[in-house]
């Protein structure tokens, strides 16, 4: 699509500045340009949107804007974060155009799955903790994806959630309409930002329309958003439920990180997991797991000593094979309706040693053939 033009006409000249400044850092496929506001065509503050050859002109609304589908916007809140007008300028550039976004970066995307064969493991914090550790403190663009039937997105990202925003419905209504994928090209539109840097989808209500597309679906839906070279990562808290698209998808991840618990009932269903995947999946191995013991309590030591003597010697190399990740309570507060996932404290060590783990790996295609 080449370099698109924006030209800020702003009655607050050191705003328009500053939105430039940070429009242009955020993306290099952006031209901004501030102009003189005696140049304006109106009293008010506007950007002019130039782009193959076309132009659009969209107001800087004093207050919020709801959105709407299958329209050019006609105002953008002027006050919104710099991301958030960012991701509007993108979709009106796709809807104006009608071309594909691809992004100059072209990054090579790796998909990361976390699996708990038991309810309560801890595999959506440690989902989020992974990629907000990933975002901040390893400078890689990751998009957090629930694929759980009745997911808590909404749970960990209250701060960044906007009702009026566009959602992963939206978004699945463009990408499977031949004719309007160039609007889904531009992802981060549908989509919303934590303060890590993280993006996710947001979410359209209790139930979640990604566990409703079927294998050749989500190859279409997964290949739309890696064949854009927009993230580094995308991370996949799945569903417990082995599903044959759960399956498919398993085997198109880089890693698995699986989690469970300390308890015997958690081990025991994970370890039938293991057997049952690697028994019917060919294109899955061990090779390609994570293991991770999650909310490991500190140690009790005068009860151990009463009660145990010492490890034997393969429950050593056992406990060796895992990531053990502490039990913290301080790391999870409540904020609002939601809950804040912080890694900078013990919980984070744990989340890092995953991290290190994964960035250790190898790049996996998105497997088609084994749809057939």
């Not at 909404?154 to 009026?164: D, I, K």
């Not at 992802?187 to 209500?205: H, L, N, Q, R």
Request: proline letters at 1%; hydrophobic letters at 35%.
């Amino acid at each position: 699509m080449g370099k698109i033009t924006i030209l800020i006409f702003s009655m607050d000249q050191d705003y328009g500045n500053a939105l430039g400044k940070a429009i242009s850092n955020l993306h290099r496929n952006f031209s901004v340009h501030v102009r003189d506001f005696k140049e304006a065509e109106t009293k008010k503050s506007y950007l002019v949107i130039q782009a193959m050859e076309t132009e659009y002109k969209v107001l800087l609304s004093d207050e919020p804007v709801a959105i709407r589908l299958d329209k050019l916007p006609e105002q953008i809140y002027k006050y919104e974060r710099v991301s958030e007008i960012s991701k509007e300028i993108g979709y009106i550039v796709a809807m104006m155009t009608g071309k594909q976004w691809v992004s100059f970066s072209r990054k090579k995307t790796k998909i990361i799955g976390f699996y708990g064969a038991s309810g309560g493991c801890g595999k959506t914090s440690l989902t989020i903790g992974v990629a907000k550790q990933l975002s901040r403190y390893e400078n890689q663009k990751v998009l957090y994806l629930s694929l759980e039937e009745f997911e808590s997105t909404q749970t960990y990202f209250t701060e960044h959630f906007q009702e009026n925003g566009r959602n992963i419905s939206h978004y699945l209504y463009y990408a499977f309409h031949r004719e309007k994928e160039s609007v889904a090209s531009f992802a981060e539109s549908f989509m919303g930002t934590d303060s890590y840097g993280v993006d996710f989808f947001k979410p359209c209500g209790s139930h979640n329309e990604l566990t409703t597309l079927n294998c050749e679906e989500l190859y279409k839906f997964f290949n739309g958003l890696m064949k854009y070279g927009i993230y580094d990562y995308i991370l996949l808290d799945f569903q417990s439920m082995a599903r044959d698209e759960t399956m498919y998808l398993m085997t198109c991840c880089e890693k698995m990180v699986l989690i469970q618990e300390a308890s015997f009932l958690s081990k025991m269903k994970t370890e039938k997991f293991i057997s049952y995947v690697c028994k019917e999946q060919e294109n899955f191995s061990e090779e390609n797991l994570i293991r991770v013991k999650n909310k490991v309590k500190p140690f009790d030591f005068e009860k151990e000593t009463q009660e145990i003597t010492v490890n034997t010697a393969a429950e050593e190399k056992e406990d060796s094979l895992f990531v053990s990740v502490a039990w913290d309570e301080d790391s999870f507060t409540k904020q609002g309706q939601g809950v804040h996932i912080s890694v900078e404290n013990t919980f984070g060590l744990g989340v890092q040693t995953i991290v290190a783990k994964i960035r250790a790996g190898r790049e996996k295609k998105l497997q088609r053939d084994s749809l057939d």
